[in-house]
């Protein structure tokens, strides 16, 4: 049923309760594939050099701590994980991923980092839930 899980995260609490929930998932469902993605923001191109490069470095590195905070909350699965930092807007990289590799359900997280934290569903859910091409499933 759900073969290919894609898991969003951006390293909020929400997100990582995604996490577990995507690796339980995952195992129940033996699924072959879990694949990871984090999304950031693309850094603006007028900081120049050597700033530029320092704040993509930046930027990459905390990428990497939100995936490998990702993985271990999601745990072992029977199948693969694949992982995919993305540069640019997170909704737009989320439905792009999911379209592109064909997965069977995208789980996140119900609300980000963003600075709206009051709003019951974030934006960047609610425009993957308006334009996944699949199944999403949110987690609070």
Same mark, same amino acid.
Do not use: W
């Given at each position: 049923m759900f073969?290919?899980?894609?898991?969003?995260?951006? +390293?909020?609490?929400?997100?990582?309760?995604?996490?577990?929930?995507a690796g339980e998932l995952a195992r129940t469902t033996k699924s072959k594939?879990?694949?990871?993605?984090?999304?950031?923001?693309?850094?603006? &191109?007028y900081l120049g050099e050597p700033n530029l490069q320092a704040a993509i470095d930046t930027r990459l590195n905390e990428a990497q701590a939100i995936l490998d905070a990702a993985i271990q909350a999601a745990g072992k699965?029977? +199948?693969? #994980?694949?992982?995919?930092?993305?540069?640019?807007? &997170?909704?737009?990289?989320i439905i792009d991923v999911a379209a592109t590799r064909e997965s069977n359900l995208i789980v996140m997280g &119900?609300?980000?980092?963003?600075?709206?934290?009051?709003?019951?569903? +974030? &934006?960047?859910?609610?425009?993957?839930?308006?334009?996944?091409?699949?199944?999403?499933? #949110?987690?609070?």
């Amino acid at each position: 049923m759900f073969e290919k899980l894609l898991l969003a995260v951006d +390293g909020s609490e929400h997100a990582l309760r995604a996490a577990g929930i995507a690796g339980e998932l995952a195992r129940t469902t033996k699924s072959k594939e879990l694949r990871i993605v984090v999304a950031y923001d693309k850094v603006p &191109s007028y900081l120049g050099e050597p700033n530029l490069q320092a704040a993509i470095d930046t930027r990459l590195n905390e990428a990497q701590a939100i995936l490998d905070a990702a993985i271990q909350a999601a745990g072992k699965i029977p +199948g693969e #994980i694949h992982t995919e930092l993305l540069e640019g807007p &997170s909704a737009e990289a989320i439905i792009d991923v999911a379209a592109t590799r064909e997965s069977n359900l995208i789980v996140m997280g &119900s609300r980000g980092l963003g600075q709206l934290a009051g709003l019951l569903l +974030g &934006s960047t859910s609610q425009k993957v839930i308006n334009h996944a091409p699949c199944p999403v499933l #949110i987690a609070r």
